[in-house]
């Protein structure tokens, strides 16, 4: 089945919870902090704010979850932005910022936590951020954090069974056949690519667009490290032997794949660079701590399941979820490899853009 955006990041502040789980992203936050402020103070135009009259200066957020980690960046935003200000003109714009997320995202736990002394107006933009979401020309600065590696759907191919790249008794491309590999990568490709159209119409010329994209640093397969990559063939594995036991169909798991996608820093540059509407101001591998401050299997799995199980929930049934995480915590604090989050080698590409002028 397509998935249109029928799952989100686990809502509320429970055990469970992405905002109590995410303490990898906001790491990704802190780690981009210093080069998103830099970038602004050399690279920001503010002059079009004030080119004809006073506007309110507008920040989006594509794929915010429920803001915990988004807080802390639109602070880092919005106060780089009024130093800007600041230091060429004696007038600073009111500031709105537009919280992005899929429709089944818990906006409620949002706006009940915004910080009360933020320095800006918030508003809710429901919908997938691979299409268009806002008016021509009306976004002065866009970003988008630990979201990108979320593809649209799961590719069709994959999902056929007959098709070449169907996807039988796995859930995700790695150890798949090449030709599941490609599926997804076309899907990636052609997602992004219609992320920065959408972003180009939104954003005014010379706006800026800071992306932190979770990838991998190679394609090829280890068995010195892993990455998030590995970490879902190992739920894939349990999920097998569940099948095998009889506690979920063997059909269920052929039908279901994750939609996610880990881009390496070659690929996304050249997807990037097929689209003409931006420049690249920057772009480096971000020099973020990983997953080792998740050290215990326990910590390990419920990280996955805080951005997972409402996926795997929507396909298998809420009453197998403790069984698929209690053999997920097993399988990790019984592997050498995945127990020692030192070996966990995903990166975060950090690329800030400019829109181009028409
Ligand atoms: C891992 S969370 C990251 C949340 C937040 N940016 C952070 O850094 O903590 C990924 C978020 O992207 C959202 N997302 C995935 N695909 C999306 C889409 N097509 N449109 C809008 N949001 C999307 C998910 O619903 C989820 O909330």
Not at 141 to 170: H, M, Q
Not at 293 to 304: H, I, P
Not at 315 to 323: L, R
């Amino acid at each position: 089945m397509p998935l249109l955006g029928l799952y989100a990041m686990n809502g509320g502040e429970g055990p469970n919870s992405y905002a109590q789980n995410s303490s990898y992203q906001r790491g990704v936050v802190d780690a981009a902090k210093p080069i998103i402020e830099e970038e602004i103070a050399t690279k920001l135009d503010v002059g079009h704010v004030f080119s004809t009259h006073v506007k309110p200066f507008r920040i989006a957020d594509f794929g915010c979850s429920t803001g915990h980690n988004s807080f802390p960046a639109m602070q880092i935003i919005t106060e780089s932005v009024q130093k800007k200000f600041r230091s060429e003109t004696s007038q600073i714009p009111d500031f709105q910022v537009l919280f992005n997320d899929q429709v089944f995202n818990d906006f409620n736990t949002l706006f009940r936590s915004i910080p009360p002394q933020k320095n800006y107006h918030a508003a809710a933009v429901a919908g997938s951020f691979h299409e268009r979401l806002l008016p021509k020309a009306s976004l002065d600065f866009a970003y988008c954090s630990c979201a990108l590696n979320w593809i649209s759907e799961v590719p069709k191919a994959v999902r056929d069974d007959t098709s070449p790249a169907w996807n039988k008794g796995r859930v995700h491309y790695t150890g798949a056949v090449q030709e599941v590999f490609e599926a997804y990568s076309n899907r990636y490709a052609n997602d992004i690519g219609s992320f920065l159209e959408a972003r180009a119409e939104e954003l005014v010329s010379g706006g800026l667009m800071t992306l932190l994209v979770p990838a991998a640093p190679c394609f090829e397969h280890s068995e010195t490290f892993y990455t998030t990559q590995s970490e879902l063939e190992l739920i894939g594995s349990c999920l097998v032997d569940m099948a095998k036991k009889g506690l979920i169909g063997e059909e269920k798991v052929d039908t279901f794949n994750f939609p996610l996608y880990f881009t390496i820093p070659q690929e996304l540059k050249a997807i990037i660079e097929r689209s003409n509407s931006f420049s690249i101001e920057r772009m480096e591998i971000l020099n973020n701590p990983g997953k080792c401050t998740l050290r215990s299997a326990d910590a390990r799995a419920t990280y996955l399941r805080a951005t997972c199980e409402g996926l795997l929930k929507n396909h298998f049934g809420s009453e197998v979820m403790d069984e698929l995480f209690d053999r997920y915590t097993k399988k990790i604090a019984a592997s050498p490899l995945f127990l020692d989050p030192d070996n966990e080698k995903s990166i975060i590409i950090l690329v800030i853009l400019k829109r181009k002028a028409e």
